[in-house]
């Protein structure tokens, strides 16, 4: 898994609607990602992993090795999916025949 690799899959999932999984706020994945989780949770980006809240770090300049990238993948997936909200649509009432 590589660079190219992560940033598709957060490309295609930006806009899907999420609760943070540390203060339930509710938002978009790209606003998590760009602004939430390093102004609200002091997370980097750059040194550690955003979707774990920092439960994965690396070095200043070890962000390309190819287990951070694969790691990063897995556990965007694994975010999106345990955070994901889902809306289901509302029920409407069967319609009841008239007698005339």
């Known amino acids: ?10 490309k295609k999932n930006l806009t899907v609607r999420i609760r943070c999984g540390d203060c339930t706020e509710a938002m978009t994945l790209d ?3 760009k602004e939430h989780a390093p102004n609200r949770h002091g997370l980097d980006k750059r040194s550690e992993c955003v979707f774990c809240f920092g439960g994965y770090d ?3 300049g070890e962000k390309h090795r190819r287990s ?21 649509p509302a029920e409407t009432p069967p319609e009841l025949p008239i007698c005339g």
């Open 1 to 10: 898994m590589s660079e190219p690799t992560f940033y598709r899959r957060l």
């Open 31 to 33: 606003d998590f990602y």
């Open 58 to 60: 690396w070095k200043r």
């Open 68 to 88: 951070n990238w694969t790691h990063m993948i897995e556990c965007l997936k694994s975010f999106v999916k345990r955070n994901c909200i889902r809306e289901t």
